[in-house]
């Protein structure tokens, strides 16, 4: 047998890898749970770096993704789009911190749940994870009421995701078990359901989003049954206030000239007004939340 203590290796580990025909190169600990950070915070602060700061204190191993911080400021109805979009191709097990919080402070709780996918989210408990919920379902979810699990020192009522939700995700991403980490809550807040109607010949919808090529993303999926009232090749009517605009449906943005307004379902599988080459949020000057009414 090899003289294993030139190789700085415990006896019995080695012994064990010879056995098994097992280099210790191979050997590897599975990587700690991801952290990925969905915010409104922007970039041009010093918040985010507090965030991560706050988490690698009590994990320095942590693994943080920004996931965007380019949230609408106090938009929790982009956010919760962003979030779902975001979270979608993650595995279970992953940590996601979310905060657009324009309640920061007051009597709402601050929240960690799991979803039925064995995905974990903390933030506020304001409508936030509605999507993620309507898409994941729902496992569990805990009110986080113990502090020991906090930021030490003193906890701001205007900075929660520093002081509250960053540290008990480093927590959780560390191993904590999460029945630890806050007392068992059986519902939660959702956004009201803004589903997509038809009324007097018009399907009326609401923007999202507006990603960073200008698309204007509406709550249209294209299984929905109002989808199917949109013909591809057709010209449809956009009616946004006073305004009104016509664009084809069609599905990739070069079926159409440079600088001209289109319809196709994206990536995500919703409805967008888009431009070839062109930004239509521009165009249309709209904004998260702004009511779109279109004609077949």
Known sequence: MPDLRRFGISGFTAVALIMTGISSSTVRAAPPAAIG??????????YVAQLKGAILTINPGARILDLTHAVTPFNVTEGAYLLDQCSEEFPAGTVFVAVVDPEVGTDR???LLETA????????????????LAHEGFARAWKLDRPEFFRAGAVSRTFQGRDIFGPVAAHLAGGTDPERLGTPVKTLVLLPDKAPTFSDGLIFTEVLHIDHFGNVILNLPSGDELAAKLKEGNLVKIS????SYSAPLVKTYGEVQKGRLLLLYGGGGLLEISMNQGSAGRELKVEPGTSVFLKP
């Open 37 to 46: 950070l969905v915010t409104d915070y922007g970039l041009g602060d010093p």
């Open 109 to 111: 709780d601050p929240i």
């Open 117 to 132: 996918q064995g995905k974990f989210f903390v933030g506020p408990d304001n409508g936030l994870f509605t999507l993620v």
């Open 240 to 243: 946004i206030g006073r305004e």
